[in-house]
């Protein structure tokens, strides 16, 4: 019987393979280009579908609503009504975060305070905000205050929520630490419980967001004309009279650009520079 004997190798002996990744498998790695090509898919999907459906009235074709949507841009007034509703969306989104974080800085100070958001959260958060535009018409009449009404609304909650959930789960380690410091009150809220809870935040300001937003388009389609103009979903509202689908379709489109501009570029940059740079999430 023969034995073999383990031979160990120092380790300056030891180097390591790289394999350099292709242009191809390069170019795969980066998101923006992942989703492009699943944007471009959904494209040619759609122009099929619309070719066989053969029904421009009821669904128009890719490049139809690419032309309408060019069009709207370059002649019409997309723009214009794109800026009012983002103006109204920014100014009831502002208003209901800083009321969201009142909310959950007083709920997690003081047991009292807790418990009033809890009854308030489970009250009011399962009420669509779309239900509140009747008493939104009576209170404030036809315009912008209607439309901040139920922006507040659809975004306090939900963040307000979110926020309150993330202060909970901060570890005692952390509330000892700060207490350690001598922080108290806003200043504790501000420098330990906020960036500690700062993933649940940032979720809650997407849904709000999210919320905030479906909730304008569709109370633009209700009683939109806010400031002499109206909106985008007024925009679309007015095109659905004239039975011109394709500039509809235009008007839906740019709900969702806005949508994933706003998701790309502001959000996505936030998880960036912040929770995922402090190694909250991969």
């Known amino acids: 019987m023969t034995q073999s004997a383990a031979v160990t190798l120092p380790f300056d002996s030891l180097t390591v393979v790289e394999r350099p990744l292709s242009p191809l498998t390069r170019l795969w790695n980066i998101p923006m280009l992942r989703r492009g090509v699943i944007l471009a898919m959904l494209a040619v999907i759609w122009q099929i579908y619309a070719g066989l459906a053969d029904n421009p009235l009821m669904f128009p074709s890719f490049s139809g609503t690419a032309t309408a949507f060019w069009d709207a841009v370059t002649r019409g007034t997309l723009l214009a009504k794109s800026w009012t509703s983002v103006q109204v969306l920014l100014l009831g989104y502002a208003i209901g975060v800083s009321i969201a974080f009142v909310l959950a800085g007083i709920a997690a100070s003081t047991r009292m305070g807790e418990d009033l958001l809890a009854t308030l959260t489970a009250m009011f958060n399962p009420l669509p905000a779309i239900a509140l535009l009747p008493l939104a ?46 922080l108290t009150g806003w200043r504790y809220i501000a420098r330990i419980l906020i960036p500690a809870a700062f993933p649940a935040i940032l979720t809650g300001l997407k849904i709000g967001w999210a919320f905030a937003w479906r909730t304008l388009i569709a109370a633009e389609l209700v009683f939109g004309v806010a400031s002499g103009s109206g909106g985008l979903g007024w925009f679309i509202f007015e095109n659905k009279n004239r039975l011109e689908t394709d500039y509809v379709f235009a008007g839906l489109g740019t709900v969702i650009i806005i949508g994933l501009l706003v998701e790309g570029l502001i959000f996505r940059t936030i998880e960036r520079h912040t929770i995922r740079k402090w190694g909250m999430q991969r």
């Not at 404030?140 to 929520?161: D, M």
């Not at 630490?177 to 001598?182: C, F, I, K, L, P």
């Open 137 to 182: 018409l009576l209170w404030f009449g036809l315009g912008t205050p209607s439309l901040l009404f139920v922006l507040v609304h659809a975004v306090l909650w939900p963040l307000a929520l979110n926020a309150s959930a993330g202060f909970s789960s901060v570890s005692e380690t952390l509330r000892m630490a700060g207490r350690n410091y001598g």
